[in-house]
């Protein structure tokens, strides 16, 4: 895949993301938990950091956004284990906010919230690890 258009796709992807949680936490107001924060600090620079990749034709930003896009998906795969593993979720009181095992969404059985973070991780990621410099 050449360089530029595997940045721009990984821009859209995480552009897309952030537009989506800002929708759900602002125009549905779904108030998001600890690890929904942790996925939002990993995902919102993204869109900064591809985005000047892909407009100025930089892949070096790969060096960048690579860590932060795996690092996002693994806090996606142990948020989503939380909601959807009996018994995996902290045994702990909801002392404040939202408990991380809620769903807000949950549609045809699995997808959730987290499930739509962690697969723009996912593919953010495996777009830059498999696009090879031209």
Not at 27 to 33: A, D, G, S, Y
Not at 75 to 93: D, N, T
Request: net charge positive; with cysteine.
């Amino acid at each position: 895949m050449r360089q530029q258009y595997a940045l721009f796709i990984s821009w859209v992807i995480a552009l897309v993301a952030t537009l989506g949680s800002l929708y759900f936490s602002e125009i549905r107001e779904f108030v998001p938990c600890t690890l929904c924060w942790f996925q939002r600090i990993f995902m919102y620079p993204l869109v900064i950091i591809l985005g000047i990749g892909s407009f100025q034709n930089d892949f070096n930003v790969k060096k960048i956004a690579l860590p932060f896009s795996l690092i996002g998906l693994c806090i996606s795969i142990w948020h989503y284990l939380e909601q959807k593993v009996p018994g995996f979720a902290e045994i702990k009181p909801c002392t404040s906010g939202v408990p991380c095992s809620s769903e807000y969404i949950n549609v045809l059985g699995f997808i959730t919230i987290p499930f739509l973070a962690g697969t723009a991780f996912f593919l953010i990621s495996l777009i830059l690890i498999i696009s090879k410099k031209d």
